[in-house]
């Protein structure tokens, strides 16, 4: 069976510019959050969407976006990128809106310079 | 909100010696709590979680957690190091209100195991 796919897998932006990352739940997983893993430190969490609807939202500026699409992927957009960006970001699938049935992704890791 | 601590940002222990990996929560309600482990690279991986049921929690990989109330802990222990338990671990409490249905993590510990 397919885990949860991210893509890419690395990439590298200049500041100010902006980026979308996509994520591909497993199968029958209508839940998708994401998390924001800087470098040295434990994942923080972004936003969460169920049945396409945003159900929460983590202490994250405005410039960070998230949408899910009726097949149930997910992208993250981050706009007017900062060096701060730079970081490791995971997207976790889950069957229902519940944590404890979270699949974590290999993760996108940004490079902001 | 609940949180996690983990204390001990580095451990490190012999091959064949006990894996011990420390976890205090903090929560307004019966928690749920999980250990996952991050190898360099790589996304997290579920080692166990505890959900209200048998406070000892086996795993994989040989590791298991013992849920204590009194003591607000969840520590992960494990008999026999290997040399492929070397990884980052990341103690995480489940929080639900109003921002959502989230896992909020530790700082993480990272094992190195010595031959």
């Known amino acids: 069976d397919a885990g949860v796919t991210q893509s890419p897998t690395h990439l590298i932006k200049t500041r100010g510019q902006q980026v979308t990352l996509r994520c591909s739940p497993i199968?029958?997983?209508?839940?998708v959050s994401w998390y924001q893993q800087v470098l040295g430190q434990g994942p923080q969490f972004i936003f969460q969407y169920y049945e396409k609807e945003e159900r929460g939202r983590g202490n994250f500026p405005d410039r960070f976006s998230a949408r899910q699409f009726p097949n149930y992927s997910s992208e993250l957009n981050v706009n007017a990128l900062l060096l701060g960006d730079s970081a490791l970001y995971l997207c976790a699938s889950s069957p229902n809106r519940a944590t404890y049935g979270y699949t974590f992704g290999s993760g996108t890791r940004l490079t902001v310079v | 909100a609940q949180s996690v601590t983990q204390l001990g940002s580095h451990v490190s222990v012999s091959e064949g010696a006990l894996v011990l990996l420390r976890c205090n929560y903090s929560s307004s309600v019966p928690p749920y709590l999980f250990w996952y482990v991050q190898y360099p690279n790589q996304g997290l991986q579920l080692l166990l979680k505890?959900?209200?049921?048998?406070?000892l929690v086996k795993g994989i990989n040989g590791f298991e957690a013992e849920f204590k109330k009194s003591e607000t802990s969840f520590h992960l222990t494990k008999p026999s190091a290997h040399m492929s338990d070397a990884a980052e671990y990341f103690c995480?409490?489940?929080?639900?209100?109003?921002?959502?249905?989230?896992?909020?993590f530790g700082t993480g510990t990272r094992l190195a195991v010595r031959p």
């Open positions: 995480a409490v489940s929080d639900q209100g109003s921002s959502g249905d989230k896992l909020t």
């Open positions: 199968s029958g997983h209508k839940s």
């Open positions: 505890y959900t209200s049921a048998a406070t």
